[in-house]
């Protein structure tokens, strides 16, 4: 298998820990998302990515985009260890936290949509740090209520093993924290993503340790 | 079952189709997102949903967010007719179409985003609608270069059976349209969406088919 990164990149770090989690060794191909404009908008990368973001996976002759539609893709070629245990309401919850990160915080934060916002609609640091702040924030709070009061949350968010919801959280973890993010407000969210970063399939992923890593 | 849906919300859409198709009959509870301050974020509402968003679907026990989260379940629960057919890697192709709606367009141009561009950054109307044809034009024409060149696309998304990939496509091109984007420029998706929403469980799930449509 091939993986097309970013170190920096949220969505790929979660592809990144699911690869190491099922035990699946894999070529590393870094695109870098700044330099030379961003190399993910060339166009022999955009034969692959139409959307021109990281991550995709390449398996054979399949060529596969969208960190959520890839992890399930592993989930089901090597089942072992699962990602989405339990019963159907079970897999729902891991389903719903991982899309809470997926589609309410990181697509409003992502790389291109700051640009986009100094770029484009002049805002200074600290307007984009307030529209930074507005959407981890508020995602992280209601995350934080999710967590809180559900009994299948153990030492990570379903129950001791890691799923597609510490695989998305851990990341949004580290990324608030690069914006400086008070992390601590959320100390379910805390304990969680900071247990889960310890796991050695979780530390291998993390941005420092890729071959782009600066 | 119950769903806690909005007529407008694209969200509430999809897991209005997926209902339909599998042949579920449900309660509709609507919550107005505009009215009084918007009930999404009323305490009683938030007990259901921490982030204060539609949908939320309730089966028996079972308390549900996240409108992906949710048609995955009734998949696994429902397993007929499929929303996921094929092989791993046909599944990996439907739910990259839909996570490219979800986590790419939609995320950026739901209302609260619009509502705090409009009131916390003093966007004017232009502005505004720069920002939302922005993040649809470049999603749209993403999308349309997936589904142009791949064979298994018929006269749906898939093949010719609804999948996941169109129950997010046909929301997304209908709200497209709300704001005025030439979605013809896009003609493949113009043609999947076009026919897709002529099928009568599409035709049924339509905002104006809703109690509460205005």
Request: charge should be negative; include cysteine.
């Amino acid at each position: 298998m091939k993986l097309y990164s970013y170190f920096r990149s949220s969505a790929a770090y979660r592809v990144r820990i699911a690869l190491n989690i099922k035990g699946l060794s894999y070529d590393y191909a870094p695109i870098h998302l700044l330099r030379d404009g961003g190399e993910q908008l060339k166009p022999d990368y955009r034969a692959l990515s139409p959307d021109g973001i990281v991550p995709t996976l390449i398996d054979g002759d399949h060529v596969i985009n969208q960190s959520l539609a890839i992890i399930e893709y592993l989930e089901e070629t090597h089942p072992e260890p699962a990602l989405l245990p339990g019963t159907p309401a079970d897999r729902a919850f891991i389903r719903a936290i991982a899309l809470q990160v997926a589609c309410e915080i990181h697509p409003l934060n992502n790389t291109r949509v700051l640009q986009y916002l100094t770029t484009e609609v002049k805002l200074d640091d600290a307007a984009k740090n307030a529209w930074y702040a507005r959407w981890v924030e508020s995602g992280l709070d209601a995350l934080e209520r999710r967590l809180e009061r559900d009994p299948r949350v153990g030492t990570l968010c379903f129950g001791d093993s890691p799923t597609l919801a510490d695989l998305c959280l851990v990341p949004q973890v580290f990324n608030a924290r690069r914006f400086n993010v008070d992390v601590s407000r959320y100390p379910t969210i805390e304990r969680v993503a900071d247990y889960a970063a310890t796991l050695d399939a979780f530390l291998r992923a993390a941005p420092a340790q890729q071959p782009d890593a600066e």
